[in-house]
């Protein structure tokens, strides 16, 4: 690079800072639900994570964070939703919270804002009305909005919703085992870029939406890697539906988006996979 270049590129920067655009996407984890290790889990990664032989990962879950203006939000409330924090603003709360669905490892994190913990003040909580609903109705969710710990924002399909910085998101929904809610991916907007959010779905081919055409509209694909091979787990994969990663690397193959894995299951082997994200990555956006 040459020296006018070089000056270009920080000048960019520096205006980038100033202007307080900066916003970046951090991998916060990268794990499914129940984490890695896994409880009662004898599974290699398992026993090596355990062991201290490869890092424990936390559950799935991203972060947008701008650290000019301090601006930061949370895509799904994981079992370690206090450290992820720690990781994303250095322990101030998020200003808002954007969850994907009622399975385990996407809201139970929310219980760290409750009375027994931080006892937030209504910190904004964007879901679909199904899953607004399920919150308002189940105890102990019930009491964070009764008490004001989080503000439930119903968010609808396809309709972005947007933060000051030129950031917008729009959540979509996807098939997934919805026993409590529905569940959604999200558009991530920034001023420079853009990606897609998909930590679960049951089949791309189930989905009404072709995923190739999605991805070609963005620079970045986080998605669902929970499997590599539909024999791993050692039961009936149609009990627990995931697309395989060798067949998300066909459809996507050529694609404009950068492909990256995301919600790792302890029994895939292929977690240290050039194309699964790893805690602490960064992507402007």
Avoid at 80 to 94: C, I, K, S
Avoid at 230 to 255: Q, V
Wanted: hydrophobic fraction near 40%; proline fraction near 6%.
């Amino acid at each position: 690079m040459t020296i006018v270049a070089a000056v270009g590129v920080f000048a960019a920067a520096a205006a980038r800072a100033q202007s307080g655009d900066d916003w970046r996407v951090v991998v916060l984890g990268i794990a499914q639900d129940g984490g890695l290790p896994q409880l009662s889990c004898d599974r290699p990664l398992c026993r090596d994570a355990r062991d201290g032989r490869r890092p424990v990962e936390k559950v799935s879950s991203l972060g947008l964070v701008n650290r000019q203006t301090r601006r930061a939000y949370v895509f799904d409330a994981t079992p370690d939703f206090p450290a992820q924090v720690q990781r994303l603003t250095g322990g101030r709360l998020p200003d808002a919270i954007f969850l994907t669905h009622a399975h385990i490892g996407h809201y139970t994190g929310l219980m760290y804002l409750g009375r027994e913990a931080v006892n937030a003040t209504r910190v904004p909580v964007y879901a679909t009305p199904r899953i607004t609903a399920f919150l308002q109705a189940n105890g102990p969710w019930s009491q964070l909005v009764s008490i004001g710990n989080i503000a439930l924002q119903s968010i609808a399909y396809e309709r972005p919703v947007a933060f000051d910085g030129g950031v917008r998101v729009t959540a979509f929904q996807v098939p997934h085992r919805d026993e409590y809610s529905d569940t959604v991916g999200y558009r991530i907007d920034g001023p420079r870029r853009s990606g897609l959010f998909i930590p679960d779905i049951d089949r791309w081919e189930k989905w009404d939406r072709n995923i190739r055409s999605m991805a070609d509209t963005v620079d970045y694909a986080w998605l669902d890697g929970t499997f590599a091979s539909p024999s791993e787990i050692g039961r009936p994969i149609d009990e627990i539906p995931h697309p395989m990663m060798g067949r998300t690397r066909e459809l996507l193959k050529g694609s404009r988006a950068a492909l990256w894995f995301i919600h790792v299951n302890n029994s895939n082997a292929e977690i240290d996979a050039a194309d699964v994200l790893r805690e602490g990555m960064e992507f402007p956006i």
